[in-house]
T-cell receptor, first 113, second 105 residues
Framework: NAGVTQTPKFRVLKTGQSMTLLCAQD?????MYWYRQDPGMGLRLIHY???????AKGEVPDGYNVSRLKKQNFLLGLESAAPSQTSVYFC????????????FGPGTRLTVT | GEDVEQSLFLSVREGDSSVINCTYT??????LYWYKQEPGAGLQLLTY?????DMKQDQRLTVLLNKKDKHLSLRIADTQTGDSAIYFC?????FGAGTRLTVKP
């Protein structure tokens, strides 16, 4: 099992460009999450999904969109990147509710210039 | 998250014990997790404790839970340089800012 994988690992964008981060899990988990990690702020939840075809907003959803067309994939989109979105992005998944143990991907480091 | 607080830094000498503390506000938290993040990597689950327990030991790790005070701690015995990392407290997967543990030889 690969667990949770994320692509790409690194990306540099110019302000206003768009991109999609892909997360994939092979554990048949229902729940998937996107977090961003900034220095001194821990992890903040951007969006999450409780099953295929569903998405919900987390703590910091503005400027991001998500889609969960297939159970194993969770996509995070930035329509018009801003320097404030420079961060490390982590995807995670869990079998049941968000209170249960989450398995994390290795992260995507995004820089917006 | 602002409802989970941890000190940002801790420095210890190799072989000493490390104690990382965490306070939280949600008294209904059921599963209280500790995650470890090594440089350039994702988060890995270290251990967790159920809210109906007050202590859990797992090899060099000891978790103490004081529900009344909403205080959680992680003790690492015989700390090694490989333990240098950021440690996150996460009651019901609400994350603190993380404590960066530095182990000096």
């Amino acid at each position: 099992n690969a667990g949770v994988t994320q692509t790409p690992k690194f990306r540099v964008l110019k302000t206003g460009q768009s991109m999609t981060l892909l997360c994939a899990q092979d554990m048949n988990h229902e729940y998937m999450y996107w977090y961003r990690q900034d220095p001194g702020m821990g992890l903040r939840l951007i969006h999450y999904s409780v099953g295929e075809g569903t998405t919900a907003k987390g703590e910091v959803p503005d400027g991001y969109n998500v889609s969960r067309l297939k159970k194993q994939n969770f996509l995070l989109g930035l329509e018009s990147a801003a320097p404030s979105q420079t961060s490390v992005y982590f995807c995670a998944s869990s079998y049941e509710s968000s209170s249960y143990e989450q398995y994390f991907g290795p992260g995507t480091r995004l820089t917006v210039t | 998250g602002e409802d989970v607080e941890q000190s940002l830094f801790l420095s210890v000498r190799e072989g000493d014990s490390s104690v990382i503390n965490c306070t939280y506000t949600d008294s209904s938290s059921t599963y209280l997790y500790w995650y470890k993040q090594e440089p350039g990597a994702g988060l890995q689950l270290l251990t967790y404790i159920f809210s109906n327990m007050d202590m859990k030991q797992d090899q060099r790790l000891t978790v103490l839970l004081n529900k009344k005070d909403k205080h959680l701690s992680l003790r690492i015995a015989d700390t090694q340089t490989g333990d240098s990392a950021i440690y996150f407290c996460a009651p019901d997967m609400r994350f603190g800012a993380g404590t960066r543990l530095t182990v000096k030889p």
